[in-house]
């Protein structure tokens, strides 16, 4: 797949555009080169991937998506034109912090440009650097500017050099608990320490008493070092009962900066954001309009071009101060998108091709907030345990939609894997409103319209806060979830209509479960079973009971009676010599592995054996092995498929077992170790297996071999198998031919089969009227 995907007609509007914009360039004194991006690889995954490649795609820019081996079935690779393997071999998250694959990725396929999203590498100057090193345009702030706002204490000294109210705290980072005392007696306390070289909450304390400010610095240093790295800290005076703001920005590369309103991020969790809301409900007007005017302020200081935010702590009284810069995209950039209709991802494309601000019609007195936009983050977290984040495969999803909600999703959908490798966010939901109430109330109709089932999520812990007075009033600050312990009081799922199914399937398989409750009694069915011979000449035995009976007649010789006496040799010789037919009987394998699934267990089995043994004793050979056999007894049937070999073994003395060895793979869908393989085989013949028909899908001659020398060296009989499909009397089958599978055959040949198999699959062609 590639940009041709996209239609002529959005091409042609899109050239008209480009026209436009160019006559409105020539208005402009600030002249900046512009050069069109064709291709954009995003240097992420999951679902800001997806938003950046649904934004390349509206603007007729082919997407390039890159996965790591866990996320191969991802829906990101589905969602762009083209995606690569990156990270082979590496841990899941190591694969995308891979500087130089993701940039030979980049060189190797022509990209333009390269976005990284948020998270991961979108805040390493050092890979900023690398992309435009690379002659590739990095989507995002310049490499120095990264590298300034990424550092906690250039980020402080730039915000005081512009002028922004700035919390008091220790002008750089710091390593003993002697400067942490010294810091906190002469500005009191409480304060916070954060880790000087990350965020995302790690390492992060607050202190309220003076005894506790050692253990509490020594516990933050450590949990810094151990994300990030390195252990040193940034102490500031502590807020008490602030709101969390910040201030989204855009700029281009001849110095316009404008933006785009606030959003109110107050509701945290372990400083982690869980709900944003845009614009800050019951937010001062003189407040907001000083707040945004020192954020550009800040950003032309620096310099900063793309999209970034500027975050502020804001106190009851009004007073805010500077906490840091985000030179990215971040998650909750959708709330602004919302009330703004502003496409922030677009313009951040526009941007790093050139365009300035004025050229996209993003003068500050063009941009105003209309209504309010609530964002939730679901997540595949248990609140019940903890926000303990679960794995595993989504059984039944439905997602809530309709008027005024906005779906930003990773990978959701029926039969996704949820695996434990990365965040655990399945979708972003955006509530958008004229006023916040509405919003709220459109949120909380979508959430509940949800069905996610086979993982847990936080659905319900969203739906209390949502129902929350002080949530839907807007009086909320960064105490909000602490505060207000009822939010855990969470209403358990009913997921009736899966407990209806298993129970309606469970009613007709086993019967009812309350047979003295109801009229319906199980089926009192019992199958006839054929009666085998006693044998009157021989004196009769006691039985369990005590009580002596007779014993069934012995069945006649079969097979595996030359096998066991002479060898797999004589046994594959005296084969050759018989001139009739000989059959192989699969019942015993497919009827429990296939036909009746889960339904026949060694029980029923066992009962048809003897009468199998005396009247098909000149079998070739019973099948009753296999890998889905092994799969059935153990996982539904919770029965020893080796125990089951064992019993059938006495009660079929006679007649030859073969069983389905898949090379390497033994009875298994993946490679095994060779020792495994071999043990295997030399169980399976000492508990009664005997022939061994070994095969690979593919020919793979070292996959045969060692499965064949396995059942050799445990004494049982080799039957290689070749895997046919084709038409070897079709000449254009140039590499499948005839002589493919006699070479093939000599091969097997060579390596000691005792017997020659030929697996085929028949493909049936339409026939030729003409």
């Known amino acids: 797949m590639n940009s041709s995907r996209v239609t002529q007609s959005v091409r042609t509007q899109f050239k008209k555009q480009f026209i436009s914009w160019s006559l409105a360039r020539q208005s402009y004194a600030t002249k900046v080169e512009y050069k069109p991006i064709r291709s954009v690889l995003v240097a992420n995954r999951g679902e800001i991937a997806i938003r950046v490649f649904r934004a390349c795609n509206e603007l007729g820019i082919k997407s390039v998506a890159i996965y790591s081996e ?112 010294e810091f906190c007696l002469k500005y009191g306390l409480p304060v916070i320490f954060k880790a000087a070289y990350g965020g995302g909450g790690r390492g992060m304390r607050v202190v309220r008493k003076m005894e506790d400010v050692e253990e509490n610095f020594q516990r933050a240093s450590s949990e810094a070092k151990a994300a990030f790295g390195n252990g040193a800290m940034f102490i500031e005076k502590f807020i008490e009962r602030p709101r969390h703001i910040e201030v989204q920005l855009l700029g281009d590369k001849a110095g316009n900066v404008v933006h785009l309103y606030e959003r109110d991020c107050s509701v945290q969790r372990r400083h982690q954001k869980v709900v944003e809301i845009a614009p800050a409900p019951h937010l001062d007007i003189n407040v907001r309009n000083k707040m945004t005017d020192l954020a550009v302020k800040l950003a032309k200081h620096v310099g900063y071009s793309n999209a970034g935010t500027v975050e502020f702590l804001c106190d009851e009284s009004g007073q805010f101060y500077f906490i840091e810069v985000n030179a990215r995209l971040q998650v909750e950039h959708t709330v602004t998108e919302e009330i703004t209709g502003v496409d922030l991802v677009q313009s951040q494309i526009r941007v790093a091709e050139g365009m300035t601000l004025p050229e996209l019609g993003l003068t500050q007195e063009k941009i105003s907030p209309q209504g309010f936009a609530i964002q939730c983050r679901v997540t595949t977290e248990d609140p019940a345990k903890n926000f303990q984040p679960d794995t595993g495969r989504i059984e039944v999803f439905r997602s809530g939609e309709g008027m005024g909600i906005r779906l930003d999703g990773a990978s959701a959908f029926a039969g996704a894997i949820i695996s434990p490798y990365y965040d655990s966010l399945l979708v972003k939901v955006i509530a958008h409103a004229a006023d916040l109430q509405s919003s709220c109330a459109k949120m909380n109709r979508a959430l509940r319209e949800f069905r996610v089932r086979g993982v847990k999520t936080n659905i319900p812990f969203l739906l209390n806060v949502l129902t929350n007075q002080k949530f839907v009033n807007g ?75 007779h014993q069934q007649i012995q069945p006649p010789q079969g097979f595996r009676q030359i096998l066991k006496s002479k060898g797999p040799e004589a046994f594959a010789k005296a084969v050759r010599q018989n001139k009739s037919l000989l059959l192989m009987d699969t019942t015993f394998r497919d009827a429990h592995q296939s036909l009746l699934a889960t339904r026949v267990r060694s029980h029923d089995l066992l009962k048809i054996s003897p009468f199998v043994a005396h009247k098909f004793n000149n079998l070739y050979s019973l099948e009753n092995w296999g890998g889905a056999t092994f799969d059935v007894a153990l996982r539904f049937l919770h029965e020893c498929p080796w125990e089951r070999l064992e019993e059938m073994r006495k009660q079929i003395p006679n007649i030859p077992f073969q069983m389905l060895l898949r090379g390497a793979n033994a009875v298994g869908y993946t490679n095994y170790p060779d020792n495994v393989v071999y043990k295997f085989c030399d169980l399976s013949v000492q508990v009664g297996m ?73 493909l049936l062609s339409p026939v030729n009227k003409s």
């Open 70 to 181: 866990q996320d191969k079935m991802h829906m990101h690779r589905q969602k762009a034109d083209e995606s690569y393997l990156v990270g082979k071999g590496l841990p899941p998250v190591e694969a995308y912090l891979n500087i130089p694959e993701i940039i030979r990725v980049a060189k190797e396929n022509d990209v333009d440009a390269i976005h990284p999203g948020y998270g991961f590498l979108s805040e390493r100057s050092d890979f900023a650097q690398a992309v435009l090193d690379a002659g590739i345009r990095f989507i995002g702030p310049s490499p120095y500017v990264v590298q300034q706002m990424g550092d906690k204490v250039a980020a402080r000294q730039a915000a005081i050099d512009s002028g922004v109210p700035i919390v008091p705290g220790t002008p750089g980072p710091i390593t003993t608990t002697e400067e942490a005392m």
């Open 690 to 762: 005997d022939v061994f028909r070994v095969f690979d899908s593919l020919n793979y001659l070292p996959n045969l071999i060692l499965g064949m020398e396995a059942a050799g060296k445990a004494g049982g009989v080799v039957e290689a198998a070749i895997s046919y499909t084709g038409d070897v009397s079709d000449p254009s089958k140039k590499k499948y031919d005839l002589k493919y599978y006699q070479n093939l055959a000599d091969e097997l040949v060579k390596a000691g089969t005792h017997v020659l198999c030929i697996k085929v699959r028949i």
């Open 475 to 549: 009086a909320v600050d960064t105490y909000f979830i602490d505060e207000n312990p009822q939010l855990f009081t969470l209403q358990p799922t009913k997921n009736r209509a899966q407990k209806l199914l298993n129970y309606l399937g469970t009613v007709l398989v086993n019967g009812p479960s309350t047979p003295l409750a109801t009229p319906l009694l199980p089926a009192e069915v019992t199958p006839p079973v054929p009666e085998i011979p006693l044998d009157y000449n021989a004196p009769p035995v006691r039985n369990a009971a005590g009580d002596l009976e």
